[in-house]
């Protein structure tokens, strides 16, 4: 069964740097991209951009774009989305999710990471 | 403003039907890009309910549907259940993207 497990919850301050991950397994994480997806506290689904493992081609949302980086270690399996410093309004949970091919459907998600950023 | 229009809340009594609308333009939808409809449930992941405009993956049950025309999508749930009451969310393409991806509002969905 494919899965994606993500890193644990996460409070941080304004300012501070965060990195998250995602870690794949039972399917070959090269051939298929990994999409990060932000949901807001009571809000809907955002997508932030895509990764695709095997050769590191990344694409951002215009939304994202400078906000987030994101990343992966092909070695183990795992992708990151990451922040240099972080605000207030990145409060949200973040989830990972797989696609076999860059515009498909997210065919399987990561349980989702809370990031609570307050001072 | 999410680029792709659905209905904030939809209700229905069990064993009705109910229809969930996503209304795009002619750069998403209307582009020829799939559809796609996800069922969140409070406090968990989204799970993909229809791929690809009206297929489902396997597990889910056939009382969902969906369908694609022209700029806009539906997803009908039929022999309403207690338990379908969820979040449900459309998602698609945007050329002006560069072919990334772009979700609807969500819907809620009240079984009465």
């Known amino acids: 069964e494919v899965q994606l497990v993500q890193s644990g919850a996460e409070v941080k301050k304004p300012g501070e740097s965060l990195k998250i991950s995602c870690k794949g397994s039972?399917?070959?994480?090269?051939?298929?991209?990994i999409a990060w997806v932000r949901q807001m506290p009571g809000k809907g689904l955002e997508w932030m951009g895509i990764?695709?493992?095997?050769?590191?081609?990344?694409r951002y949302s215009p939304s994202f774009q400078g906000q987030v980086t994101i990343s992966a270690d092909k070695s183990i399996s795992t992708a990151y989305l990451q922040w240099s410093s972080l605000r207030v309004s990145d409060t949200a949970i973040y989830y990972c999710a797989r696609l076999k091919y860059s515009n498909a459907a997210f065919d399987s998600w990561g349980q989702g990471t809370l990031i609570t950023v307050s001072s | 403003q999410s680029v792709l229009t659905q209905p904030p809340s939809v209700s229905g009594a069990p064993g009705q039907r109910v229809t969930i609308s996503c209304t795009g333009s002619s750069s998403d939808i209307g582009a020829g890009y799939d559809v796609h409809w996800y069922q969140q449930f409070p406090g968990t992941a989204p799970k993909l309910l229809i791929y690809?405009?009206?297929n489902r993956p396997s597990g889910v049950p056939d009382r969902f549907s969906g369908s694609k025309s022209g700029t806009s999508a539906s997803l009908a749930i039929s022999g309403l259940q207690a338990e379908d009451e969820a979040d449900y969310y459309c998602q698609s393409f945007d050329s002006r993207l560069s072919g990334l991806g772009v979700f609807g509002g969500g819907t809620k969905l009240t079984v009465l």
């Open positions: 690809d405009n009206s």
């Open positions: 039972a399917y070959t994480f090269t051939s298929c991209w």
């Open positions: 990764i695709y493992p095997g050769d590191s081609e990344t």
